[in-house]
C-alpha cells in the first residue's frame, strides 16, 4: 500500500508541481521510506500539513476504477486519474477531478473507504461513486449522505454473495450490516433503530408523547436498546463493547474483529450468512446452504420458506443433498407455519429473491399455478402417476395441488415422504435414484447416499415415519403401519433373531416426541395387537399394566366382535356399531339399535339396515322419537311417516304448528267431520296461543267457518289484506267497519306515538352526544397546547367543568338511558321503565326461599345499573353513539307502516295515511341525519371502551347513505 502511495505521490508532483510534499495521516510515529530511484520522500504523520493555500489532504485510497480517492480537509473528495503514457509511448497526463457535491463529504473525514465495484454501474458511473467516510464525531457518510451517527469502526467486503458489503460498529456496541446495493437504491440508506437512537429526521421542537409513546419508552428503558435491536433485526449483532472491524475477507461469511483485550475473533453476521444461503440455494447447492444454516444456526425454514412452495419440486434433489437423512428429520421438526421471507417475517431483509429467468423462477411460477387450483383439489384422492417432466420421486401436479391446501407443514411432509418411498424402492433394488440437477457440496463432492446398506435404509425408515408423526394433526395410523410392515419384512427376512431392526429404531425415535399413550391408542385402532404390545415395550412402559388388556381383546375370536370390543375401549362408537351388526345383523339389532340411540347414530344405522324394511320401521320410529325429544318436531313428523306411524307424525306436525300437514294426516287417519270439527277447534286456540295468528285464522275460515273470529284474528296479526279480502269474500263488509277499521285506527295511534318518541329522543341523544364531543375536542386541544408549551390557548378545567354544569340538567330532561333502563321495543319501539317492568311481570314466589328472590333482586339491579349512563363518564360518548344508532326504525316497522297506510287509504282515510307516513318519514329523517353527525365525527378508534366494541362498527359509513327520504307511497310524501 506505501508503494501504491508512493507512486501515486509521484504523479502528484507532476501535475501540482507547487507541493513540497504530501502528509499522509495514518499512524503515530513518524516514518521515512526511499522509493526506488525517484528520490521522493513519504511522511506519515498524525496531522495534515497545509501544502498550499486552503488546501490539506486527509487521506489518499486506492480507488476501485483505478487511481485514487483523495480526501480534502474541505470534505471534497477528488479521484486522482494517473497518466496513461509509458516510456516510448507518450499518452495522456494525470489529472485530479473533482467528484461534485453529491460525492463530496459534509464534514472532514480522516478515515476514507473507497467503495469495492459494483456490478450494475458501468466504469464511468463507477468513477465517480461517491466514497466512505467517518468523520471525528463519529459520522458514517456515504458522498454527501449521512449512513449513520456514532459510528466507532468499519470494513467492506470486496465481493461475494449478495455483493460488496459496509459493515460499521456503533457506540452503541452494534455491528450493522448493509450491502452497498442497498446504499444505491433510490431513497438511500436509513436504518430504523440508528435514527431512533440519535433523532435524525425528527424536527427539533418537542413533540406530545402519547401514552402508547410512553409505555413504549418505559418497556425500552427497562432493556438493553443492543439486544433488542440484535432480537428483532437480521441486519443487526450485539457485539462487545469497544470491539473494532478489522477486515472481513472476500466471498465469505465472517468478518475479522479485534477485542478490547487484544485478541482476535472471526464472526459471521446474520446478514451474510443469509446472503450465502440464498445464493446456495439459487444454485441448488443444497449440501452448501444445509452446512450454512446448521453450522451459524439459522433457522431451518429458511431452505423451505426462501423459493417457496418451488421448493416442493426440489424435495428429491434435497433429500439426495442433505449429508445424512436424521438431518432430514431435524427438518421435519424445525417446520412451523408460515413464511419468514414474506414481510414481517424473521427474514424478511434477505437481499438475494428468486431470479424469474431462473430454474426456481420457473419452478415457483408452476407452483404458484398449482396453488391456484389447490382448492378444487380438496377432497380428491392424490394421483400416484408420475407425470412428464416432474423429478424422480416428486410429486405430480394433482399431488402438489392438495399439498399446497394442505398448508406447509403438511406440503413438505407429503414431497418428503414422496422424495424417501423413491430412494428407499432405489435402495432395495440396489441403487439410489439420481436426483434431478446438479446437487453437489460445498467441496464439489457428491453427498448421495451409499447403495442399499442397513443404516441408510434404517434411518430413510425412520425420516418415512416422521413425516407422518409431524404432519398436522399427526398421521399416527399411518407412521404405525409403516413400522408394521417394516417389522414384518424384517421378519421374513431375517426370522426372530431377537436383533433389533429397522422399525424397532425408527419407533423409538417417534416416541421420543410422540406420547405414549398416543402411539398405543393409535396401535390398537389399527387392530394390531403385537403392534400395540411392540409400543409399549419401547414406551418403557410397565407391559403387565396392559398385558390383561391385550390378552382380554385377543380372547374375542370372532374378529368383528374383537374390533367392536376395541372401538368401544376406544370410543370410537361409530366404527363399532358398523363391526356389531358385521358379526351378526339379526342377533346384535336390539344391542345396535340401544348403541346408536345412546350414541346418536341412528342415522348410520338406517343405512346399514336399508335392505332390511322390518327393522327399518323400527330404526325410523327411533328417529322420530330422537328428534322429538331434541324439540325438532317437523323433522320428527317426517320420520314417524316414513315409518307408518300417522297418529305420532299428527302429533308431532300438531306441535309444530303445520296446520297443513295436521289435516292432511286427518284425512289419512279418516277422521270423520265431528273429529274434524273438535281438531280445529283445538288447533285454532293453540295457533292463536303460540303467536301464530295467521295460522289460527285460516283453521277458523277453512275448517270452522267462523268469518268473524277469522277476521278479527288477522287483523290482529296485523295481516290487513288478508283481513280485507277474507271479509269481502265471505260477502262481510260489515266487518270492515266492525273490526278491521277499529284495530287499524288503534295501531296506526301507536305507530304514530313512536315514530314521534323516537324523533324527539333521537333529537336528545344527538344534542347531548354533541356537547359530550365538543368538551372532549376542547380537552384534548387544552393537553396539547400545554404540551407544546402553548398554555393558555384552550379552556382550562374549571371552565370545561361550569360549562358542563350549565348545560347537563336541560339536556338530559327526559332522555331514559340516565335515570332508567328503558329501550325501544319492536315494531312498535313502547318504552317499559325497568323497574316497573321488574315489579309488574314477575308474580310472588316462594320457590327457592328469600336467598334465591334475594339473588334474582341483585342480579335485575345490575341489570338496570349497566343500562344507565352515568353523565360525564368515560363511557357516555360510546354509550350515546349506541344508543343514537340503535334507534333507527326497524324493518318490520316500515314494512307495517306501509301496509297501513295502503289500508288506511282504502278506507277512505288519506290524510291520516299521510299523517303516518309522514311521521315515520321524519323518524327516518332524523336517524338518518344523526348517522351522518357520526360518520363526520367519528369516536376515536383507540378510546372505545372495552364494552362497546360494537361502536367501531357503528361509525363506519354504509356502502350508499342515504341523502334524501324518498319513502313508501308517493302520492303520500310531502311536496317539496
Known amino acids: 500500500a506505501k508503494k501504491y502511495l508512493e507512486d501515486v505521490l509521484v504523479e502528484l508532483q507532476v501535475i501540482r508541481p507547487s507541493l513540497d510534499s504530501i502528509d499522509v495521516q495514518g499512524g503515530q510515529q513518524q516514518q521515512e521510506q526511499q522509493h526506488g530511484q525517484s528520490g521522493v520522500r513519504v511522511q506519515v504523520a498524525t496531522t495534515p500539513v497545509c501544502t498550499s493555500p486552503g488546501t490539506r489532504v486527509l487521506r489518499v485510497v486506492p480507488h476501485a476504477a483505478g487511481g ?17 503514457s509509458s516510456p516510448g509511448h507518450p499518452g495522456s497526463s494525470a489529472r485530479l477531478l473533482s467528484l461534485g457535491q453529491a460525492c463530496s463529504f459534509p464534514a472532514p473525514c480522516p478515515w476514507v473507504v473507497s467503495v469495492p465495484p459494483l456490478e450494475h454501474l458501468s466504469q464511468a458511473s463507477a468513477s465517480s461513486s461517491p466514497a466512505l467516510g467517518l468523520s471525528r464525531a463519529g459520522h458514517l457518510y456515504w458522498g454527501a449522505m449521512l449512513v449513520a451517527p ?6 467492506t467486503r470486496t465481493g461475494g454473495p449478495g455483493g460488496p458489503a459496509l459493515l460499521f460498529c456503533s457506540r452503541r456496541s452494534l455491528m450493522y450490516t448493509v450491502f452497498l446495493a442497498q446504499l444505491c437504491a433510490p431513497g438511500g440508506y436509513a436504518h430504523k433503530e440508528l435514527t431512533e437512537a440519535s433523532g435524525l429526521g425528527l424536527p427539533s421542537e418537542r413533540k406530545h408523547l402519547e401514552v402508547s409513546e410512553m409505555r413504549s419508552a418505559m418497556h425500552q428503558g427497562m432493556r438493553p436498546n443492543a439486544a433488542i435491536a440484535a432480537a428483532r433485526d437480521v441486519l443487526v449483532r450485539s457485539v462487545e463493547q469497544g470491539s473494532h472491524l478489522l477486515a472481513a475477507p472476500k466471498d465469505g461469511v465472517r468478518v475479522v474483529m479485534q477485542m478490547p483485550r487484544g485478541n482476535l475473533e472471526a464472526v459471521a453476521p446474520r446478514m451474510l450468512v443469509l446472503a450465502a444461503i440464498a445464493d446456495a ?4 447447492a443444497y449440501a452448501a446452504a444445509w452446512e450454512l444454516a446448521t453450522t451459524n444456526r439459522v433457522d431451518l425454514n429458511l431452505l423451505v420458506d426462501w423459493n417457496w412452495p418451488a421448493f416442493l419440486y426440489d424435495v428429491p434433489a434435497f433429500v439426495a443433498a442433505v449429508p445424512a437423512p436424521s438431518d432430514l428429520t431435524d ?3 424445525a417446520l412451523r407455519p408460515g413464511n419468514m421471507c414474506d414481510e414481517g417475517g424473521l427474514y424478511a431483509g434477505i437481499p ?6 431462473s430454474p426456481q423462477g420457473q419452478r415457483y411460477a408452476t407452483a404458484a399455478a398449482a396453488a391456484a387450483a389447490a382448492p378444487d383439489a380438496e377432497g380428491q384422492e392424490p394421483s400416484t402417476q408420475q407425470e412428464e417432466g416432474s423429478p424422480e420421486g416428486g410429486l405430480s401436479r394433482e399431488q402438489m395441488e392438495q399439498a399446497l391446501h394442505a398448508g406447509k407443514v403438511n406440503a413438505v411432509c407429503m414431497a418428503m415422504r414422496a422424495a424417501v418411498e423413491a430412494r428407499m424402492k432405489g435402495q432395495a433394488a440396489g441403487a439410489a435414484p439420481a436426483a434431478e440437477g446438479p446437487c453437489v457440496a460445498a467441496d464439489g463432492v457428491s453427498t448421495a447416499l451409499p447403495g442399499s446398506t442397513h443404516a441408510a435404509a434404517q434411518q430413510l425408515l425412520t425420516v418415512l415415519v416422521t413425516t407422518f408423526s409431524r404432519s398436522q394433526p399427526p398421521q399416527l395410523g399411518q407412521a404405525l403401519s409403516a413400522i408394521k410392515n417394516a417389522k414384518e419384512a424384517d421378519l421374513t427376512k431375517n426370522g426372530a433373531s431377537g436383533q433389533q431392526g429397522p422399525a424397532d429404531q425408527a419407533l423409538r425415535a417417534m416416541l421420543l416426541h410422540v406420547d405414549a399413550d398416543a402411539a398405543y391408542q393409535a396401535a390398537l385402532g389399527l387392530y394390531e395387537l403385537p403392534l400395540a404390545f411392540m409400543v409399549i415395550t419401547h414406551a418403557q412402559r410397565d407391559p403387565g399394566e396392559y398385558a390383561l388388556e391385550l390378552q382380554r381383546f385377543a380372547d374375542v375370536q370372532d374378529p368383528h366382535m374383537r374390533r367392536y370390543a376395541i372401538d368401544m375401549h376406544l370410543r370410537r362408537f361409530n366404527l363399532a356399531l358398523g363391526h356389531l351388526v358385521a358379526a351378526d345383523r339379526d342377533a346384535h339389532f336390539e344391542q345396535a339399535l340401544e348403541l346408536a340411540k345412546q350414541h346418536h347414530l341412528l342415522r348410520q344405522l338406517l343405512a346399514l339396515y336399508q335392505e332390511d324394511p322390518a327393522r327399518r320401521r323400527v330404526v325410523l320410529r327411533a328417529c322420530g322419537e330422537a328428534l322429538e325429544a331434541s324439540n325438532k318436531m317437523e323433522d320428527a313428523g317426517v320420520a ?3 315409518a307408518g306411524a300417522l297418529q305420532d307424525g299428527l302429533r308431532a306436525y300438531r306441535a309444530a304448528g303445520q296446520w297443513r300437514q295436521v289435516f292432511v294426516l286427518a284425512g289419512r287417519l279418516n277422521y270423520d267431520a265431528k273429529a274434524t ?4 277447534a283445538e288447533f285454532a286456540d293453540e295457533l292463536a296461543s303460540n303467536a301464530q295468528p295467521a295460522a289460527a285464522a285460516a283453521v277458523l275460515l277453512h275448517y270452522l267457518g267462523d268469518v268473524d273470529n277469522g277476521v278479527a284474528t288477522l287483523a290482529g296479526a296485523r295481516e290487513w289484506h288478508e283481513a280485507l279480502r277474507t271479509a269481502y269474500a265471505a260477502q262481510r263488509p260489515d266487518l270492515v267497519h266492525t273490526v278491521i277499521a277499529p284495530a287499524a285506527a288503534e295501531a296506526a295511534a301507536s305507530l304514530l306515538a313512536d315514530a314521534h318518541d323516537a324523533r324527539d329522543k333521537i333529537a ?9 364531543r365538543r368538551k372532549r375536542l376542547n380537552m384534548d386541544e387544552a393537553l396539547r397546547a400545554a404540551a407544546e408549551g402553548e398554555g393558555g390557548m384552550g379552556p382550562s378545567y374549571e371552565e370545561m367543568a361550569d360549562a358542563a354544569s350549565e348545560t347537563g340538567a336541560s339536556i338530559l330532561t327526559g332522555m331514559s338511558i340516565y335515570t332508567d333502563t328503558s329501550r325501544m321495543g319492536g315494531p312498535g319501539g313502547s318504552s317499559v321503565s325497568g323497574s316497573g317492568a321488574a315489579s309488574s311481570s314477575r308474580a310472588p314466589s316462594t320457590l327457592g326461599g328469600r336467598k334465591a328472590q334475594r339473588a334474582a333482586d341483585k342480579k335485575a339491579t345490575a341489570k338496570a345499573r349497566k343500562g344507565r349512563v352515568k353523565q360525564g363518564s368515560p363511557e357516555e360518548e360510546a354509550s350515546l353513539v349506541v344508543h343514537v344508532m340503535s334507534l333507527a326504525p326497524p324493518e318490520a316497522t316500515l314494512t307495517h307502516t306501509g301496509a297501513l297506510a295502503e289500508l288506511l287509504v282504502i278506507l277512505e282515510h288519506e290524510q291520516d295515511a299521510r299523517t303516518l307516513q309522514a311521521a315515520v318519514s321524519e323518524w327516518i329523517a332524523a336517524h338518518q341525519d344523526a348517522a351522518e353527525d357520526i360518520y363526520q365525527n367519528p369516536f376515536p378508534e383507540d378510546r372505545v371502551p372495552h364494552a362497546y366494541q360494537q361502536i367501531l362498527e357503528l361509525q363506519r359509513r354504509p356502502a350508499k347513505p342515504a341523502r334524501e327520504v324518498a319513502w313508501k307511497w308517493d302520492i303520500l310524501r310531502t311536496a317539496s
Do not use: C, D
Not at 480517492?69 to 496513461?84: C, D, F, K, N, T
Not at 438475494?352 to 429467468?357: D, F, N, R, V
Open 281 to 284: 440455494l439459487q444454485a441448488r
Open 640 to 642: 314417524y311417516v316414513a
Open 764 to 772: 336528545k341523544y344527538l344534542a347531548r352526544l354533541r356537547e359530550v
Open 150 to 155: 456514532e459510528v466507532t469502526s468499519l470494513t
Open 677 to 680: 270439527t273438535r281438531l280445529a
Open 331 to 333: 427438518l421435519l421438526f
Open 352 to 357: 438475494i429473491k428468486p431470479s424469474p429467468a
Open 68 to 84: 485514487a480517492v483523495v480526501a480534502m480537509a474541505s470534505g471534497e473528495v477528488r479521484h486522482y486519474i494517473p497518466s496513461s
